[in-house]
């Protein structure tokens, strides 16, 4: 999987999509979209795992531009995107 089916998984799932429409836009296996979104931990119906989705971007721990895990570091001011990039873009 690169990285762009991930981000784009990660999308359509935050849209509200199912596996099944996922797995044809990206073009994997249904099974490959199911597996991957329960390891991000935003499986199970696309209300839920869009407010899944909103509240890691909330707290900080995943990106509201390209939903990558943001490692937050121990000092100074909690990071809100994973790049400079991202925060450029949103
Ligand atoms: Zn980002």
């Given at each position: 999987m690169t990285e762009n089916?991930?981000?784009?998984?990660?999308?359509l799932r935050k849209?509200?999509?199912g596996y099944k429409t996922i797995a044809n836009t990206v073009g994997l296996s249904r099974?490959?979209?199911r597996s991957f979104c329960k390891?991000?931990?935003i499986a199970g119906f696309g209300a839920a795992a869009t407010l899944?989705?909103?509240?890691?971007?909330t707290d900080g721990s995943i990106c509201p531009n390209c939903y990558a895990p943001i490692v937050q570091s121990t000092?100074?001011?909690r990071k809100?995107?994973?790049?400079?990039?991202?925060?450029r873009e949103w």
């Open positions: 089916q991930r981000n784009l998984i990660l999308r849209d509200g999509e099974d490959r979209v390891s991000k931990n899944n989705i909103e509240e890691q971007a000092k100074g001011r809100k995107f994973c790049s400079e990039k991202c925060r």
